[in-house]
């Protein structure tokens, strides 16, 4: 055989649905997993199971592939150069990923670039969050741990020095940025090869719930040519300055006074694109693919007018194979994605997406569907 | 886990795709696969090895699924009743299955519920066929061994008795029929449920090389209304009388003279479907997967105004992935669909799509990807 193989590094369903990609391409693929329930390690026909925390695992797994790229951005940094050293070809690599792995590092640079992003810096303590404070206009400010957060977690909204303090108490530095006031939130998606061609995905809106992605809007509604054109800018810069290889997404605040603002970094696959398998020419994860593959990259324009991509959390009712009979019969368009993990609540165990020309339909059915198999309507 | 686990029988390109329809549904696919190098087999995370000629092979397999179906027409009907007396779910069951094995049956059975075919009768020995040609208005006729065809093997077109002597050398029953003067070759794809929901796929042309589907065009150009629907009627009645559950394929001829003839029937995913992973709201596979489970079937309706699907033959060149550089750069919007099969002059290894406005743009650009993978041009 004269295919490639590729390891993904983690087992959720970002590999789950890389894999999904990686078949029709012919590509091999193969997964470092944790045990084989895991989401990808379901569904892969190549699953090596392992600890990525441990170097020897990780080594043995990366030895036995062309490429290595990520389901997350956990593994650290170290562990990636150690592997680079030894002629292992990781996609992003390690100077690349550490923008998404601290966003301290994150930060600093994407000042250095000139990109826009919310006042910030690094706070010692709690009186150093007071200061920090006034020196922004004032309380709010969201206080971020520099390494480990996600989807809300490692995230705090606070309104003084004296709610400041559980952010120090996880051993890392943290990050004070001052509480934007935006309108909406955007993602800029941009896929980016080791040659340097890169493509950009339409701009989308995010809507957020308890700091989780619920819906993703493609492409965001009323946004001007001009306002998306420099989100799509902001992203295809960030994706060349800091030598991305793969899938970046670009997590942006649009302001009430008509700024775009950076929010956060994520180089892997993303639930701002999950849209894209439905809805492009070419999904997120095919093309993340193409790139760590330094194959030319795929066509990411919309194939529907509108796609709206919903989340389907986990709620109090575990059985969500019995709700596809109604989901399904009541609308035979939509499509259902689901990631072969247990039910618990909050969790994201799939996504539903709806493609048309009428937003306010598409919208209605594809929340309708989640909420549906969520367990949150019973009509 | 409340998601049911279906079982594929056989581990081709067929089970292959139908994997990657299977992963955003969430249930459990397996594969009864003869190697862990066969096409489906390298990408299933839950191959099952095995003999399927081998009726306890069989059975394993199938006790370990809560519903049975095949890539294939090759499993003898005695080991599906077998399995059927155990309470095994096979779809679709042998009583339909058998009208797709032996192509005798399925004659008697159309003529029996008025669908039009070419005329035919099960033929003797050579001067049996002249006899027959007589009949139908003189040579040539064809031959067809009632069992064990496919892709143009077990089918000859003769022009005198002596040329009729192969066809019974293979020891099963010779069918033979007109030779139909047909304007092109049609596709009627619809799937069926167990609870008898059935939709129906826009109706295809396919081109024919060798015997070999060449090119599949979704919706066949200037095919009438009536046309069309007369195609889907017959589909739809063969699907309802024959009680298929699953994907059913109706190859058809459309005459010169206006009329609409059934050549073949395929009780499975089919090549003449392969355009629906880009090119319908539902693919093939993902509908063939509901009915198997009798879920709701989805939106069989087409994407695009025009998609073109090209099969991927083998040539003398092996290295296809180094095909993909200009293949990719050169139009970043063609699907390639690859099938983890080694190369050999004329084997089915892949297929590529394309979709779009312009019917002679899509067909050159698939053509063209087609071609260049295969080595038959190289520019």
Chains 1, 2 share one sequence.
């Not at 789950?16 to 193969?30: K, S, W």
């Not at 390690?41 to 090596?48: N, T």
């Not at 198999?373 to 019973?378: H, M, Q, V």
Request: glycine letters at 10%; proline letters at 6%.
């Amino acid at each position: 055989m004269t295919y490639p193989i590729v390891g993904m590094v983690g087992g959720g369903q970002l590999a789950r649905m890389t894999h999904q990609a990686a078949i029709p391409l012919g590509v091999r693929f193969r997964v470092l997993a944790s045990a084989p329930d895991e989401s990808a390690a379901q569904v892969v026909g190549d699953a090596f199971l392992g600890d990525e925390a441990n170097l020897d695992d990780l080594r043995d797994f990366a030895r036995s592939c062309d490429v290595v790229t990520f389901d997350h951005e956990q593994v650290p940094t170290a562990f990636l150069r150690a592997l680079e050293a030894e002629d292992v070809v990781v996609r992003p690599g390690p100077d690349a990923l550490v923008h998404a792995q601290d966003k301290g590092v994150m930060r600093e640079r994407l000042a250095a670039i000139g990109v826009p992003c919310p006042r910030n810096r690094i706070v010692a303590d709690p009186a150093d969050v007071a200061a920090f404070a006034e020196e922004v206009g004032g309380w709010p400010v969201v206080l971020k741990t520099t390494r480990g957060g996600y989807d809300g977690k490692g995230v705090w909204v606070v309104r003084d020095a004296a709610g400041a303090e559980a952010p120090f108490r996880a051993g890392v530095p943290v990050l004070a940025e001052e509480k934007v006031d935006f309108a909406r939130e955007l993602a800029a998606c941009v896929v980016r090869s080791p040659h340097g061609q890169a493509v950009a995905y339409p701009v989308v809106e995010s809507i957020q719930v308890d700091g989780i992605c619920h819906e993703v809007i493609a492409p965001a509604p009323e946004l001007s040519e001009d306002r998306a054109v420099e989100a799509q800018r902001i992203a295809l810069t960030i994706a060349g300055e800091l030598g991305v290889t793969g899938h970046l997404a670009v997590e942006l605040f649009e302001t009430r006074d008509g700024r775009i603002l950076v929010n956060e970094l994520a180089m892997r696959p993303h639930n701002s694109g999950h849209w894209t398998i439905d809805g492009a020419v070419t999904s997120q994860f095919e093309n993340h693919l193409r790139a760590v593959l330094d194959l030319p990259l795929g066509d990411p324009r919309a194939r529907a007018k509108w796609t709206v991509m919903v989340n389907v959390l986990g709620g109090d009712y575990p059985d969500m194979y019995h709700a596809y009979l109604h989901v399904m019969a009541r609308d035979p368009g939509v499509k259902v994605h689901m990631y072969g993990k247990d039910v618990k609540p909050g969790r994201k165990v799939g996504h539903v997406t709806v493609c048309g020309d009428d937003l306010d339909d598409v919208r209605a059915r594809a929340d309708h569907a989640a909420a549906y198999l969520r367990g949150s309507i019973t009509e």
